[in-house]
């Protein structure tokens, strides 16, 4: 009975351990569209309500979930405080939120390069910077989801045989 239970608490154990490294996978896909979705906030923001960033960014952070709005949310604050400038800014709420993100080089290095245009063009120019951006991550959500197609389920199921696997040979 005390083998059953060990081998019970084996298999839900690395089961849940292939789950949780299969949700980078899962958040990657998520986090890029919020990105995206904010981004397209921020443009319609700044080129039809004619909003300054850190009213935009107060805003676009109450719309969108965690992790993604931190960002928005450390940005504001950022420039509330009354950061050198925009870029500045951007680049220290992005160090200090890029760890609770699931995202990858690639796009903190498109974020970063967006973050450089913040506040220096006029309107017109900043909403081509902002395409740019959604160009990128659009691709990037791309791999994301190819990503997650070929990789979720494969890492899902290896967790459930390596418990399988690890109970075999403990018996």
Same mark, same amino acid.
């Given at each position: ?32 569209? /919020? ?6 906030? !921020? ?9 300054? #960033? ?16 931190? !960002? ?6 950022? +420039? ?6 925009a870029k ?5 709420s992005l ?15 498109? +974020? ?5 245009? +913040? ?7 900043? /909403?081509?910077?902002?395409?740019? *951006? +959604?160009t990128h ?6 791999? *994301?989801?190819?990503?997650? *197609? ?19 040979? #403990?018996?």
């Amino acid at each position: 009975m005390l083998k059953l239970l060990g081998a019970v608490f084996i298999v839900v154990a690395t089961t849940w351990t292939g789950f949780e490294m299969a949700k980078i996978y899962t958040e990657r896909p998520r986090q890029i569209r /919020q990105l995206r979705a904010a981004l397209q906030s !921020l443009e319609a923001e700044i080129m039809y309500g004619h909003t300054p #960033l850190h009213t935009a960014s107060q805003q676009i952070a109450k719309q969108l979930a965690q992790p993604v709005s931190t !960002l928005f949310s450390a940005f504001s604050d950022q +420039l509330d405080k009354g950061s050198d400038s925009a870029k500045t800014a951007w680049e220290q709420s992005l160090k200090k939120v890029w760890d609770t993100l699931s995202l990858k080089k690639s796009e903190y290095e498109v +974020l970063k390069q967006f973050g450089e245009t +913040l506040g220096i063009h006029d309107r017109i120019s900043q /909403q081509k910077h902002i395409k740019l *951006a +959604l160009t990128h991550l659009e691709a990037s959500e791309a791999d *994301a989801e190819q990503a997650q *197609a070929k990789n979720e389920k494969m890492i899902k199921s290896l967790g459930f045989l390596a418990g399988l696997l690890l109970i075999l040979l #403990l018996m």
